[in-house]
């Protein structure tokens, strides 16, 4: 894979990062595309494209605004509650997302002459979205393929991971403090650590926690 050309599906949080330092290690040439969906917080945007000016990869935005026009949720509403409910999907999902993000992708990658596709879905913390199942990613792969002619690869280094392993991961390679202090994931819009209490900052902080915990169980045996 060294010598082919990636595109990675980019939003400048920890997992979306992980997987641009993983597909840095592992392809010739690397991009990044990022979707402008009217997601609560412009500074993920931004996020998104100072890490990929940093690292030096190319940085694209797509206009994916017609999402809001089609359905409603916590992450494009100031108005809808962050929450999440046993049984429920959480009032964050965002029907369709991940396979337009992924057709678009698929498209710019054509466009580009890249035929790899990476995205930090995971099922193991995935919070209920049906469209970050491996089962998702198999067949939208083959439709790609078949809609498309083409021979596209997508990868997911992070589906069997949860979230203390995605920091171990970060850390093999050698972003841990970079994924650490200038990534965004809060659903607030807040940076690193972010606000400590929506689910993203949860999840994320937890699992650092648990990372942190047994690499130092791990140097004092």
């Given at each position: 894979?060294?010598?082919?050309?990636?595109?990675?599906?980019?939003?400048?949080?920890?997992?979306?990062?992980?997987?641009?330092?993983?597909?840095?290690?592992?392809?010739?040439?690397?991009?990044?595309?990022?979707?402008?969906?009217?997601?609560?917080?412009?500074?993920?945007?931004?996020?998104?494209?100072?890490?990929?000016?940093?690292?030096?990869?190319?940085?694209?935005?797509?206009?994916?605004?017609?999402?809001?026009?089609l359905s409603?949720?916590?992450?494009?509403?100031?108005?809808?509650?962050?929450?999440?409910?046993?049984?429920?999907?959480?009032?964050?999902?965002?029907?369709?997302?991940?396979?337009?993000?992924?057709?678009?992708?698929?498209?710019?990658?054509?466009?580009?002459?890249?035929?790899?596709?990476?995205?930090?879905?995971?099922?193991?913390?995935?919070?209920?979205?049906?469209?970050?199942?491996?089962?998702f990613i198999?067949?939208?792969?083959?439709?790609?393929?078949?809609?498309?002619?083409?021979?596209?690869?997508?990868?997911?280094?992070?589906?069997?991971?949860?979230?203390?392993?995605?920091?171990?991961?970060?850390?093999?390679?050698?972003?841990?403090?970079?994924?650490?202090?200038?990534?965004?994931?809060?659903?607030?819009?807040?940076?690193?650590?972010?606000?400590?209490?929506?689910?993203?900052?949860?999840?994320?902080?937890?699992?650092?926690?648990?990372?942190?915990?047994?690499?130092?169980?791990?140097?004092?045996?």
């Open positions: 894979m060294k010598n082919e050309k990636a595109v990675v599906v980019f939003s400048g949080g920890q997992d979306s990062t992980t997987c641009l330092f993983w597909a840095l290690k592992n392809f010739r040439e690397v991009a990044t595309v990022t979707f402008d969906y009217g997601q609560r917080h412009s500074e993920e945007i931004e996020c998104a494209r100072q890490i990929a000016d940093e690292l030096g990869v190319s940085f694209k935005v797509l206009d994916m605004k017609l999402i809001n026009q409603a949720n916590a992450l494009t509403r100031d108005d809808i509650e962050v929450k999440e409910v046993e049984g429920e999907l959480p009032s964050t999902f965002v029907p369709g997302r991940n396979h337009l993000f992924l057709s678009f992708a698929a498209v710019y990658a054509d466009a580009i002459g890249a035929r790899h596709l990476i995205t930090g879905v995971s099922e193991t913390d995935f919070s209920g979205y049906p469209d970050c199942r491996d089962n198999k067949s939208l792969n083959v439709t790609l393929n078949l809609a498309m002619d083409g021979r596209f690869v997508i990868h997911t280094p992070l589906m069997w991971l949860d979230k203390s392993e995605v920091w171990a991961l970060s850390d093999e390679l050698g972003a841990f403090d970079f994924v650490q202090n200038k990534t965004l994931t809060c659903y607030n819009g807040i940076p690193s650590t972010g606000c400590g209490e929506c689910p993203a900052c949860v999840l994320r902080n937890d699992g650092l926690a648990t990372y942190l915990s047994q690499k130092s169980a791990g140097v004092s045996e």
